[in-house]
């Protein structure tokens, strides 16, 4: 499946293609460190994690790099902040073209894949680390195609100081390991995990506490079905730590004081605000154009049937693909941010899709050109339609009509080629049997 060697042609045009584009339409601006959460980042950057609070204080790597680079180039803070997302966005570019390339990908797919909102997003928000993690798990799969483990290892460390999100990756390596029964997997994942967790435990430590006043482990497993209640369900659930930050000062249909043997932290009650049907539609038209008609694609290559053991025997590819469905459906349940959170499952849409597709067989270039044309509308119609409304609720339900209409279509299209393609092969073993007799 992988290549021995990558043209530079090859891998450069499309990628600085890419890059070019995102950069032209993503350029950050100052204004970025007024969004929520992007001060603590900035803080952290200027004077370490002693005045942020958890759990900024605990995601290392982004902001000491960036007062690495302020201090040993001489560049304000929000000038490195700039320099290190330019960097970044070049790695990941670089690196997914590379991995595109050696699986077999036609160029096309650089661009088509991923020209979208969702990386014209993560490199605009300069304070946050998205990008610095993409980059870092992009060089996490290069090293596991090729079988550099260990190498690997450090780059799925590196990446969990970057940002917790990375347990996910850690437990698709565990899982993978124990599918294969491979004890390098096995150990190297447990190491790293630990190492990170260390690091930024201690890190997390010299901060302030969040604004629940509890503890990292606690919040993480209050924050799953909070945040699942709110972007799955619709329900406006408030604890009293919240109630007056942005998005949560609302009037409460009625209030459930938490048992004092039950409170943690700040946390004494809870309140009810009511039922708002936007919130999971929205999360639900995120789930659909985040990565344009891939999910139809993905879905077409399921019932095409996929190679368990060819898929065991690719470590990485199975590593790709659990990180990735689990990012997908676990995202919805993360933050408010629903682009940052379920945008974490690019591996699955941007790696493994492509893997697959070419293993099992690419379509004819007429279709995957219209699978390309499609996939690129459904990533940008919601912008355009929610525009044009006014952000409205009609805006809303057009949205996911379109969005519903295109992955239907995408997936005829799709396996429609397949059965063309099915049809073909059967045709000439046939032939080939024919003439054996």
């Not at 659909?288 to 368990?308: E, M, N």
Request: net charge neutral; charged share 10%.
């Amino acid at each position: 499946m992988l290549s021995k060697r990558v043209p530079a042609s090859t891998v450069l045009i499309p990628a600085l293609a890419l890059i070019a584009l995102v950069a032209a339409l993503g350029w950050p601006s100052p204004a970025v460190r007024f969004i929520p959460d992007a001060p603590e980042y900035r803080q952290f950057a200027v004077g370490g994690p002693v005045l942020v609070h958890s759990p900024y204080s605990e995601r290392v790597l982004h902001p000491a790099l960036v007062h690495l680079v302020s201090k040993l180039s001489g560049l304000s803070v929000d000038s490195a902040f700039l320099a290190v997302a330019i960097f970044m966005l070049v790695a990941f570019a670089m690196l997914v073209a590379v991995i595109l390339f050696e699986i077999g990908a036609p160029p096309l797919a650089t661009v088509a894949l991923m020209f979208c909102p969702l990386l014209l997003s993560v490199f605009h928000n300069m304070y946050f680390q998205d990008l610095t993690q993409w980059a870092l798990i992009a060089g996490f799969f290069w090293l596991m195609m090729h079988d550099r483990v260990w190498s690997a290892m450090v780059m799925l460390m590196l990446a969990y100081i970057t940002r917790e999100s990375a347990v996910l990756l850690v437990g698709a390596v565990l899982l993978t390991g124990l599918m294969a029964r491979d004890t390098r997997l096995l150990i190297g994942g447990a190491l790293a995990f630990a190492i990170a967790l260390a690091v930024t435990s201690a890190s997390g430590s010299l901060g302030l506490p969040n604004e629940h006043h509890v503890g990292m482990g606690l919040f993480l497993l209050l924050k799953i079905p909070f945040e699942f209640s709110r972007n799955v369900l619709g329900l406006r659930i408030v604890p009293n730590t919240l109630i007056h930050t942005p998005g949560n000062d609302c009037a409460p249909l009625f209030v459930v004081t938490i048992p004092r043997a039950l409170r943690a932290g700040g946390l004494s009650w809870v309140s009810y605000c009511g039922w708002d049907p936007r919130m999971p539609l929205g999360t639900f038209i995120t789930l659909l154009t985040l990565f344009g008609t891939c999910p139809a694609a993905i879905l077409v290559l399921a019932k095409r049937g996929v190679s368990l053991s060819h898929v065991i025997d690719h470590k990485w590819l199975s590593i790709a693909l659990i990180y990735g469905v689990l990012a997908y459906l676990l995202g919805t349940s993360e933050g408010t941010a629903m682009n940052r959170e379920i945008g974490s499952a690019w591996p699955l849409f941007w790696i493994a899709l492509p893997a697959m597709a070419c293993t099992y067989g690419l379509p004819e270039m007429p279709s995957l050109l219209r699978f390309a044309g499609l996939s690129l509308i459904a990533t940008w119609a919601p912008i355009w339609i929610e525009r044009a409304s006014a952000y409205s609720n009609f805006g809303l339900l057009l949205t996911l009509v379109v969005a519903l209409g295109l992955q239907v279509v995408t997936y005829r299209e799709l396996a429609k080629s397949s059965v063309a393609e099915q049809m073909a092969s059967d045709s000439e073993l046939r032939s080939s049997a024919s003439a054996a007799r």
